[in-house]
């Protein structure tokens, strides 16, 4: 028996105040799914110094709660079966959940490909309204919850529920058919647990720890725990980054910068609203960052006061500042703005208030009800913010960096925020699919990944399988070789799983749309996860041709392929297309290629020195190489030996 000890792991299992009926971890719930086949963690929040029971499949183990209220025991592990009732009993209380089956639990997580929900993806309605009851396959959705710090429970009690044609609609696609899938072959009752969110980074799913061991990250970690202690200070300082991010990009500039208010301003329309519906040619169809100006003037009574700052809606993220001091950064168009000023901030006479828009897709801007813009002083006096002027940032260079605790893009929130809470559940894998949101930033998303994988794995099997669905097809098609921030991105995921040797990829270039990042076969996706987690448990299955090398061998590039079903095939030619060759100097070029056994033979171009060969390079590549059980080669970048 182990008693938990304080720290990470305590606070992500302290569930609320002594008094709180519940001893048991919120995911203990009704028709919950355990682990089976391995010790099993039980866990949750008692009094202090109790001793704690837990009785559950005939055994019976007990413990002590720590100062903290933290405990947690593990039970022997328990084969595949149920229902059972798990029981934790103390002196002062008893919960009881019942109806738990002992099977697979999978952690299925990632952005909105892996949120879209059966009721979306394609052939809904028969998946739907033709399912089969199945009390084997339940399926629990963990509440988007974003925290700068983790948190001590869920927001929302989790619930799990059986699969039917009430239940299985709104939830992950991918992750349904995954677990369908691997049912056919492993007749053991299934729990899956989803915990996604669209939009997200990598980094917002990392703890603190796991980013600094990556590197790179020290700065945001520091500001974002100094949000914690101190908002006004972690203010000030992302306002200065931001500030550093101009300045990179206007050296010569520094005498206009936006935040202090000189420079040219263009008039913006009364009472704002998105940009995109301005009538201005120049912000028809922008994204990225506008800045707004607004002016107050104060009597010297007045700028003694604290006060609060309200902005309203901002689409979709913000840094403001007031007199040139960063103030207040949020993420989220659909948050409400209210940043408070302490007494000193304001001075009497003008004050300048600027408010830097950034918008990555569809409307941007400062929308809503004008009426929440206004600056209420401690008395109560409310003073509207009026006559807003703006200034369009130019599309030069790097897009402005994201606020530590940006929901989405920041570090560790929504591990803060959902996967801490859950504590060390133990589960039999993870299935991740995301990615879409870290284009752009594929020199880091290897070590990222890698990095991600091994903490999931912390606390369970140290050889816990991860299947990773690969990007699929989306943006520009490739007339010439060119660079692709997609394909960049695919071969970081590559990299990543290939060294792991309890990773797999799913290949979904083929499945994808090219005009929406949304492609609805999650049928295909959810097979494709599950012949990866067969192929890592030793299944004699494969999961579609992967590079093993690319040799040089007279005018030719010999690329050898493993992981073959069946022979290769190139669909609708004779001749293999979607390969290039890359010289030193970076200059690629198509290159015609054959079929030779496990092999693709591809002809040097005369006078052409390949120091790299790659395939299906493009946001939307066009390529015809599969094998014969109908699975897509791997997107690839190898070097030429």
Not at 24 to 35: E, K, T
Request: aromatic share 8%.
């Amino acid at each position: 028996m182990r008693r938990l000890t304080s720290g990470l792991l305590a606070a992500a299992l302290l569930a609320g105040p002594a008094a709180a009926q519940d001893l048991l971890n919120a995911l203990f719930a009704d028709h919950a799914v355990v682990q089976r086949d391995r010790p099993l963690p039980v866990f949750g929040t008692a009094r202090p110094g109790e001793t704690v029971t837990v009785a559950f499949a005939g055994k019976t183990a007990t413990t002590t709660a720590g100062g903290d209220g933290a405990w947690r025991l593990d039970l022997p592990a328990t084969p595949a079966g149920g229902p059972y009732d798990l029981t934790a009993s103390t002196p002062s209380r008893t919960q009881t959940v019942r109806d738990v089956l002992a099977g697979e639990v999978w952690l299925c997580s990632g952005q909105s490909n892996m949120e879209l929900s059966v009721d979306r993806a394609n052939d809904a309605w028969n998946q739907v309204n033709n399912i089969a009851a199945n009390d084997s396959l339940r399926m629990v959705t963990i509440e988007k919850a974003d925290a700068r710090a983790p948190r001590a429970g869920f927001g929302k009690p989790p619930v799990w529920k059986p699969t039917s044609r009430e239940t299985v609609g709104s939830f992950s696609a991918s992750c349904y058919y995954f677990a369908r899938e691997l049912q056919k072959t492993r007749t053991v009752p299934f729990g899956l647990i989803h915990a996604s969110w669209g939009g997200s980074g990598i980094e917002a799913w990392m703890s603190p720890a796991a980013l600094r061991k990556v590197g790179g990250y020290d700065e945001a970690i520091a500001t974002l725990n100094l949000s914690l202690t101190d908002p006004v200070a972690a203010n000030r300082r992302w306002g200065e980054t931001i500030k550093a991010w101009w300045t990179a990009r206007h050296p010569t500039e520094t005498a206009t910068a936006p935040w202090t208010g000189s420079g040219p301003w263009t008039p913006a329309p009364k009472g704002l609203g998105v940009w995109e519906r301005w009538g201005v040619p120049d912000l028809a169809s922008f994204n990225g960052v506008v800045w707004f100006k607004a002016e107050v003037t104060l009597t010297a009574a007045q700028a003694r006061q604290a006060a609060v700052l309200g902005l309203g809606q901002i689409d979709e993220m913000d840094a403001t500042y007031l007199n040139g001091v960063g103030v207040g950064a949020t993420s989220g168009a659909w948050l409400d703005r209210s940043y408070p000023l302490a007494a000193g901030s304001l001075k009497a006479g003008r004050n300048t208030l600027v408010v830097s828009a950034y918008d990555t897709y569809a409307n941007g801007g400062l929308y809503g009800d004008p009426s929440k813009r206004a600056l209420t002083l401690a008395d109560g006096t409310r003073v509207p913010l009026e006559d807003w002027t703006y200034r369009i940032e130019p599309r030069i260079g790097a897009d402005p960096p994201r606020a530590p605790w940006d929901t989405l893009a920041g570090v560790s929130t929504l591990y803060n925020g959902m996967l801490a809470p859950m504590g060390p559940y133990a589960h039999a894998g993870l299935a991740w699919n995301q990615g879409e949101t870290n284009v752009g930033r594929d020199q880091t998303y290897a070590p990222l990944l890698t990095a991600f994988m091994a903490e999931r794995r912390a606390g369970q099997a140290a050889d816990l399988p991860v299947v990773v669905a690969q990007l699929a097809s989306y943006g520009a098609f490739a007339t010439t070789p060119s660079a692709s921030g997609t394909a960049a991105l695919r071969e970081a995921q590559r990299r990543a799983v290939t060294a792991d040797p309890h990773a797999g990829l799913a290949v979904t270039t083929d499945i994808g749309d090219p005009f929406d990042i949304h492609p609805g076969n999650k049928q295909e996706v959810g097979r494709r996860l599950a012949l990866a987690a067969r192929r890592i448990a030793g299944e004699a299955v494969t999961t579609g041709p992967a590079p093993v090398s690319a040799r040089r061998v007279g005018d030719t590039v010999i690329v050898a392929f493993d992981q073959i079903g069946g022979a290769l095939v190139s669909r609708g030619s004779d001749r293999v297309i979607g390969f290039e060759l890359c010289d030193p100097a970076g200059t690629c070029r198509w290159a015609d290629g054959r079929i030779n056994g496990s092999s693709v033979i591809l002809t040097v171009p005369p006078g052409s020195t390949p120091a790299r060969a790659r395939f299906a390079w493009a946001d939307s590549p066009t390529f015809n190489l599969f094998d014969s059980a109908g699975l897509p080669a791997v997107p690839f970048e190898l070097e030429v030996r």
